[in-house]
Structures are given as C-alpha cells and as structure tokens.
C-alpha cells in the first residue's frame, strides 16, 4: 500500500490544532474558574446576597472562556517541522519523518525521498501517542473543575458567621421569635409574634429585601458554627456587635400588647369560672366549645407568660386527676395580686409611659420593688421564676440609663432569671426576682443587694440591652401589663446543643453572659 | 541530479576509504571521520595536539588513500609567505629572461600545513585565500587550485613556547577542528607494534579517486536535513553569543564573541557528510551532536576572564547543548 504522506499530515495537523485548542481550553477554563472561585469567595465573605440562579452561572464563565479559547487554539497553524520533529523523536524515527517532509517541500524527485519514505511506511502506525494530551492541560483542567466545586461548594455550605452586625440583629432576633413560637406559621398568630418579637417593628423594610436572598444566607445566619460561637465568646467584648440596643418605645408597645393579651386571658377565666360556679355540679365539668375555641384564640395571639400557656393547654387537654375548676382557679391565683393591683394602677400605667424595661428600674422605685419582692417570697416561690419586671416610674421620668457610668455589676439587680430549678444560674439566687425563703431569711444580705443597686440610683439609664441571639420570653410578670422579658436559657441551651457545642462549652458560654451582665440578662 | 548509483559508488568509496585508513592508523576514529567529513563538505581541518600524536601520518596516509597529490608545509617562524604560495622567478629560456610563476606547495590536493602556529600570522594568512577561495594571488595573477582540495592543519597547544595563535580570520575558516587525544593504553601497544616490527609503517595504496570525492561531494549536499533541525543548529549558534537570549548564563559570563554563520554552515554540512558517513539517508540529530564541538570549538573568543581564569571551550559548549532545547 503506497505511503500518503499527504494524508498523515493532515491527521496530523488536525490533531495538533485540537491539542493546541485543548490546552488554551484549559487554560482559559483553569483561569475563569480561578477568577470565580475568588469572585464567590469574596461575594460569601462579604455577604453579598447572591441569589440561587446564579449556581447555574458559576460555571458558565469558565466554559465560555474555554470555549474561546479552544476556538482560538484550533484557528492558530501548527508549525508542522517542529511537529514532525516530535514525532520523530517520540517514534525513534532519526527524523526521517521531518526530513521527508523537506524533501516534499523541496520538491523533484530524490533518491533519498524514496528511501525514506519506505522507512517510515511502517514506522508511524502509532504517531498518536507522540501527540498525547499533555499534562499541564489535564493539571489545569483539573484544577478549573476543583475551582468550579469550591465556588459552587462555597456558594451551598454556608459559612460561619463571624460576628453579626447589629444592624442585622435585629432580623436574626425575629427570626429567632418564630422559631420558638410553634404556630408562628399560623396567621391569626402574626400579631402576637409582633409583640414578643418587639425587634420586628423596625425591620420589616430589611425582611423584604431579604426575601430576594437566598435560602442560603438565613441558614448563616442561624447555623453558625461552634467556632464562630466560640470567637464569638472570646474575641468581642459585650459591647461590641453583642448587644443591641432596645428603644424605650419598642418595650412600651411589648409591655402594651402582652398586658393587653393576659387581661383577656384572665377575663376570660374569670368568665369560665362563673359559669362553672353558676352552673349545676354534673354539667361544669367540661368547657364549652365556645370556650375552648376562645382558649385556643388567646393561645394562639401569643405573647402570655409560659407557665401562663401552659396552664391554658392543661386546661384544654384537662387530666383525669384534675378538674376543669381546679386548674381555672390556679390559673386565676397567677392574676391575684395583679387582679387586686391593676385596679389601682392601670390608670397610671396608661397615662405615665412604661419607663423601663426588664433591665431598668428607676431608684425611686426601690422601696416598692422590694416590698413586691417580700411579697413574692410569700408567694409559694412563684417569684423566683420570674425575673426583675420593669415597674412603673411614680415620678413620671423616663429612666435613663447611665451608660458609662453603670458598672455591669448594677444589673445584678436587674435581671430576669430562671432561678427556680437552680438558684445558683444567672441572677437565680442574686437577683430580686430569685428570692426565695431561705434568702428572705438572710435578710441582711439582701438588704446588700439594696446597697448595690444604689448604684443605679446614682446615674439614669440611657440605653437597654438585649444579648443577641439570646432566646427571651415574656416574664410572668407581664400579666399585671407591666413590660418584662426574661431570658429562657434552657433555650439556649438547647440551641447551642443543636449546634454542636461541647455540653462543657455550654457553661462556658453561661459564664460569658453572667460576666457580661454581672448576674445575667 | 544525484542517481541511485552515485549514492551506492560514494558510499563504497568512503566505507573503503575509512577503512584502508584505519589500517595505517591506530585509534582516532573520530579524526579520521572528522578528517573524512572536511573532505566531504569541500572545507579544511584543524588538528590540534602535542608533538607525536601521529597527526602527520594522519593526512599522509588520507593523502595516500585518495590518490591525489599531496603537499606538506613545515611551517617556522622564519616562513615566509611567497615560500607557500610560490612566488615569480627570472627564468631564461631562447636567450630571453622572464619572469616566470613557481608555484609554491599550496598547489596540491591535499595540503599538510604542519604546525600551522608556529609561523608568524603574517605567513599564516597567506593560507587565507587557498582555503576558502581555492585561488591563489601572486603579483596579478591570481591562479586556481585543484579540486579536491583540503587544507589539514596541525597545530601543537596554544600554550606551548614559541606558538602564534591563529587570527581569527584564518581560524573560522577551518570547517571542523579536531582534538588529538592521547592513545589508550591498548592503541599506544598497538602502535609501538606495527612501528617496529617488519617493514614498518606502510602507506595504503589509493582507493578513491577525484572524481569518486567530488561525486560524493554532491550526495552528501543532496542529504536533506529537517526544518526543525535547521532552526535547532541556529538556535544552537545563537546561543555561544553573550548578548544572545538563548545563552547559557556561562557563555555570557566568559565569551568576548560567538560562533559566526560560518559555524552553522559548518554545523550542517558537517552533519550531513557525518549521516552520510554513518550510512543513512537524512540528518539526524545525533549528527549534529557529534559534529556541535568540532565545528564550534575553534570560533569562540573568550573574554579576559574566560582566558583569567582558564575557562575550557569544551566545557562551555556542553553548557550550551544542554541549554537549548531540541523542541522549541
């Protein structure tokens, strides 16, 4: 069979120009995907909303630049000389191949041609592998995939949270409000989760440009790792992107919609309980559907104390053991003293601004704070569930904070605390809302925590604080109308398991707030 | 238009050549090569060493073999120019004196210009003309030499007392220069044997003719050589130049001037007449190899500090093969 030369060139030369387009190919893909991996990285760094379609584009750029560049590759002319040389080199062929090559292009005939030409008729049978793709292609291909994976993967796993800003606080808050509330999904709820969320009020506008980002970002935000937690702990000082600070208004209007929410509630015991009591004995033993669908109403609307909803429900879901006037009247003694005091007060509440919150109470106030603390103790411990309430101010004044002034140790006495299990956690056995019998038997260390809260006495609030991240509820307290929160912190704890945190990390990061709050907040 | 025939007489020829040489001479396989492949490319060879090397034999025995007519110039430092190139005498012939061309021993085939560095350049350069023009001027008449014509010059080191270096001029004209090494243990045995034993060292009869030589003269022009090649031998050049990009950093460190073209033709030509010599039909680039010292050696001027510090030519030209790639 005679030898086409003609032929192997032009194999040849097609092969050279795709080899040639594959390398510019992974060139200018390795390149694109470099260029987006850092474009992703530096879009996730800072936060930049990024919306889902775009994980389709991250690899459109690198396959369009190897696209082009492969277009470009397969236009450039191979220098067929040099190619042959390699082929030559590759086969062993003494260049014979290139040689021939000269002789073509030279033209005439020559007795060396022919020579040649039988040479390497059955030499070039594997010319291919003298042309393999070359490894810097596959290296740089190689490396554009892992660019694209990473960009992708940067764009799906969501990166810790360094540290929230406090203009985004807010928006983390309210989301934080609807996961604990387990009807949040419920529309008749959206008021309610308003008032226990006071955080929303003034972040509608950012909720709906959040709702264009993606689904992503609010798994950032509330998926942070253990170790942004623990930066998080140990880089920041409490007044730094930690604490936000809550409006005297914001407290107002919570403290307005829960007092507005637990007067119904006992209204509407109050009515249940006259029915039972006028009704004949066999027919009060159960609520009336028209009850229960208030009940249900009530619960839903939100914004009660815990113990206050869990009390509705029991009443919903009555045990044998228990009879339906048994736990109205129990649920009732929670409204006593408020019922006898409300009467008296709730002119006042209404017209003089709720001064402070759950972290302020004004030092004109502390002779009745500690009569209502004396009183609490008497209370079979219900106080000590409770934290500080924020009472109103008989002056009148707005309490101001002192900012600078007020040492962290004044919050002792200011605190909410879920020191009923466990007096020794935050503000449990310290704080004025913890005392319990034995403490009002150490009466003269109270009278220390008196001492201590002269503090406050000396300087006015300025501005309130809210730990971020921090879980609140409504306080018990709230159902006298008076604008109270306190911290639920086997909530906390709860989230922080969920996020991996060691169990003994968990006091770590109690230990952090006590410090930051002197008591806890 | 080279026919197959030619190429088959040419190779003969030379297979026999190298062969009734090798006989004669002991070892040195890469001069007699060397000396062969001068032949070939119509170029002059250089051969360089101490005193006894048998680089004398060498072209007598090349002469003999070839059957052409052979000349030998001692050259000394009293050599005078007009004692090679022959000069006008005042002959007397029918009563009537004239001046009358003696033409000195450049007027051969094969010209032995033994210890070519021992005459002043003066008298060296008078060698110029023949070896690159084949003519020869005396006077006003300038006469022509005859083909085959190769100039086999042997030179002793540079170092030794009493030399001149060759210019530059005259030395670049020179196709190839060889290093005349010292024999092996076995050839200096081998050697000492067929020196005195019998009748001595014999000259071999002649096997080749003129014709047979400017025949293959031809062939080894037709033997094609790559692109590739062309462009790597002129890379290869480019790189014994200091200023040139492609130079190792050594050659710019110790050369005061590269090889000129002359050494790329010589390159080529050199490794045609070498792949022609190895039997086969193109060049290759081992061709170019073999020949990369031989042709370039002798055209690189080194600088003061390459002389300061007695920096090797050899070593240089090592650098620069392994400097430059085969594929660019």
């Not at chain 1, 226990?196 to 798994?219: N, V």
Request: aromatic share 4%; with cysteine.
């Amino acid at each position: 069979m005679p030898f086409d030369y003609s032929r192997f060139l032009g194999v040849l030369e097609a092969r050279a120009r795709r080899l040639r387009g594959l390398s510019l190919a992974s060139l200018g893909w390795a390149g694109t995907s470099a260029a987006v991996l850092a474009g992703m990285l530096a879009v996730r760094l800072l936060r930049i909303p990024l919306p889902y379609w775009s994980l389709s584009a991250l690899v459109l750029p690198p396959l369009f630049a190897g696209a082009v560049a492969y277009a470009i590759g397969r236009s450039s002319q191979p220098r067929i000389p040099l190619l042959l040389l390699r082929v030559d080199d590759a086969l062993g062929l003494k260049a014979r191949l290139s040689s021939l090559y000269e002789l073509r292009q030279r033209g005439g005939g020559s007795i060396f041609r022919q020579r040649i030409e039988s040479e390497v008729r059955d030499a070039i049978s594997g010319w291919r592998s003298a042309l393999p793709i070359a490894r810097r292609t596959i290296v740089q291909g190689s490396a554009g995939v892992c660019c694209v994976a990473l960009a992708f993967g940067l764009a799906v796993v969501p990166l810790p949270s360094v540290s929230q800003s406090p203009l985004n606080l807010a928006d983390t808050l309210s989301t934080l409000a609807q996961d604990l509330r387990p009807d949040s999904t419920d529309g008749s709820a959206a008021p309610a989760t308003e008032a226990t969320a006071p955080m929303t009020l003034r972040t509608d506008g950012e909720s709906r440009e959040q709702s264009d980002t993606t689904a992503l970002e609010a798994s950032d935000r509330n998926d942070a790792t253990l170790d942004d937690i623990m930066r998080d702990l140990t880089g920041l000082s409490p007044n730094e992107a930690v604490l936000v600070p809550v409006s005297p208004d914001e407290i107002e209007e919570l403290a307005k919609l829960q007092g507005e929410a637990t007067r119904a509630v006992r209204q509407l015991l109050e009515r249940i309980r006259d029915r039972l009591e006028d009704s004949p004995p066999t027919d009060s033993s159960e609520l009336t559907p028209e009850e229960l669908a208030a009940l249900q109403r009530e619960i839903d609307r939100g914004g009660l104390p815990p113990e206050l909803e869990q009390g509705l429900n029991e009443l919903m879901n009555r045990p044998e053991s228990r009879s339906v006037e048994e736990i109205v009247e129990q649920l009732l003694d929670q409204f006593g003293d408020d019922a006898e005091s409300e009467s008296g007060s709730s002119e006042d509440e209404e017209s003089a601004p709720p001064q402070s919150t759950a972290v302020a109470r004004s030092p004109q106030n502390i002779d009745e704070l500690l009569e209502e603390l004396g009183q609490a103790s008497s209370d079979e411990g219900q106080g000590s569930d409770v934290g500080v309430s924020a009472g109103p101010n008989e002056s009148g004044e707005p309490s101001q904070d002192t900012d600078g002034e007020q040492s962290a140790g004044d919050r002792s006495s200011i605190v909410g605390a879920n020191g009923m299990e466990d007096p020794s956690q935050v503000g449990g056995s310290e704080g004025p809302g913890g005392a319990t019998d034995e403490e009002e038997q150490r009466e003269p260390g109270f009278v220390r925590e008196e001492e201590g809260a002269k503090i406050g006495s000396e300087g006015e609030f300025v501005n309130e604080f809210v730990t971020e991240g921090v879980p609140i509820e409504l306080a018990p307290d709230s159902a006298r109308g008076e604008p109270s929160f306190r911290v639920n912190y086997e909530q906390i704890a709860s989230i922080l398991r969920e996020r991996g945190l060691p169990e003994g990390a968990i006091e770590i990061v109690r230990d952090y707030f006590n410090a930051i709050t002197e008591g806890g907040s | 238009m080279i026919t197959e025939r030619d190429l088959e007489v040419a190779q003969t020829v030379f297979r026999r050549l190298t062969s009734s040489i090798e006989e004669v001479i002991v070892g040195h396989d890469e001069i007699i090569r060397a000396a062969l492949t001068a032949l070939l490319c119509k170029g002059n060879l250089i051969l360089e060493g101490v005193p006894g090397l048998g680089k004398t034999l060498l072209v007598r025995t090349l002469a003999a073999s070839l059957g052409l007519k052979f000349s030998r110039i001692q050259f000394t430092p009293d050599l005078m120019p007009a004692d090679i190139v022959g000069t006008d005498i005042i002959t007397e012939e029918s009563g009537r004196r004239q001046f009358t061309f003696s033409p000195g021993p450049v007027f051969a085939n094969v010209v032995l210009a033994d210890e070519i560095n021992r005459a002043t350049p003066k008298t060296q350069s008078a060698l110029l003309e023949a070896m690159e023009e084949r003519t020869v001027t005396v006077g006003s008449h300038t006469y022509g030499l005859e083909e085959p014509y190769i100039v086999l010059a042997t030179q002793n080191p540079i170092e030794m007392e009493g030399t001149y270096p060759l210019p530059e001029a005259q030395i670049d004209r020179f196709l190839l220069k060889a290093n005349v090494r010292f024999p092996s243990l076995d050839e200096l045995v081998a050697i000492t044997e067929r020196n005195t034993e019998g009748v001595g060292i014999r000259l071999p009869e002649p096997t080749a003719t003129a014709e047979d030589i400017l025949t293959s003269r031809e062939v080894v022009r037709e033997i094609p050589i790559a692109e590739g090649l062309r462009d790597y031998v002129a890379r290869l050049l480019l790189a014994t130049h200091p200023n040139s990009e492609h130079s190792p950093p050594r050659i710019r460190e110790y050369v005061e001037y590269g090889a000129s073209p002359r050494g790329a033709l010589a390159l080529i030509l050199g490794a045609k007449a070498n792949a022609f010599l190895a039997g086969e039909v193109n060049v290759r680039r081992e061709d170019i190899r073999e020949l990369f010292h031989a042709a370039l050696a002798h055209r690189l001027v080194l600088n003061f500090k390459g002389e300061a510090e007695g920096v090797s030519v050899d070593e240089l030209l090592a650098d620069v093969w392994e400097h430059v790639p085969a594929n660019a």
